[in-house]
């Protein structure tokens, strides 16, 4: 098999990428809003918040991922070639994520009692964007690599993404709940998690899965060393 160079990625590619991230994650996040204020609005309560809360977090995860896979696409072509395959794998692991999550779900309405939700019915729909977004970005980083080497470039992206989006998130939760110790500001720390959590995970998507390439192609071009492919 032929060598292959490690990809050389440019600046504004690594900017508007980053910049994307930021624009999905707030588009998602408005998806949720409107999800939000329409539940609200109609003063649902109980079990069937809860279920409504998964419906969303299903709905919320397929927009935003479909939208999110297509838009980086869209933009490093030259990486992600095959985009009808990519969004038909990223449908189907959302599928497949919301029905394996279906247990959890279940038992967190039967436990529940209708006047204590807000908190686990965040979490639900919490836990939903955060493993399906994590399942479309293997697919989209996966489904067009040119190799080993390229395969572990995208891993450490991705974990990185993961470690960044955990500190971020809990130092958003810790703040809110030093500013205070009531029940009504710890549920907002949850929901401030809520709101932030799209945005962060998928400019981290964009910035580390680019950076990561830049650097090492920044260390191939200097020393000559190509470790990941050895």
Not at 191 to 214: Q, R
Request: proline letters at 4%.
């Amino acid at each position: 098999m032929p060598f292959i160079p490690p990809r050389e990625v440019h600046f504004p590619l690594f900017f508007f990428k980053s910049l994307a991230g930021i624009g999905i994650g707030l588009i998602g996040t408005s998806i949720l809003v409107a999800f939000v204020l329409t539940l609200g609005g109609q003063g649902i309560s109980g079990p069937f918040l809860t279920f409504s809360a998964v419906v969303m977090g299903l709905i919320t995860a397929l927009i935003t991922n479909c939208l999110g896979t297509f838009i980086f696409a869209t933009i490093d072509r030259e990486k992600y070639a095959d985009t009808r395959k990519i969004l038909k794998n990223v449908i189907s692991s959302n599928v497949l994520i919301f029905i394996f999550l279906l247990p959890v779900n279940f038992l967190t309405i039967a436990i529940l009692s209708s006047d204590k939700v807000l908190e686990p019915v965040a979490l639900i729909a919490t836990l939903q964007l955060v493993v399906s977004a994590f399942a479309s970005m293997f697919i989209l980083e996966l489904s067009n690599s040119q190799g080993s080497r390229q395969n572990l470039i995208t891993i450490y992206g991705i974990v990185f993404t993961i470690l960044a989006t955990i500190v971020i998130n809990a130092l958003i939760y810790q703040l809110g709940q030093t500013a205070s110790t009531s029940a009504e500001l710890a549920t907002n720390s949850s929901d401030a998690v809520l709101w932030s959590i799209l945005p962060v995970m998928w400019f981290f998507f964009g910035l580390f899965t680019t950076a990561l390439e830049m650097i090492y192609h920044w260390i191939y071009q200097t020393w000559g060393q190509d470790p990941l492919n050895d």
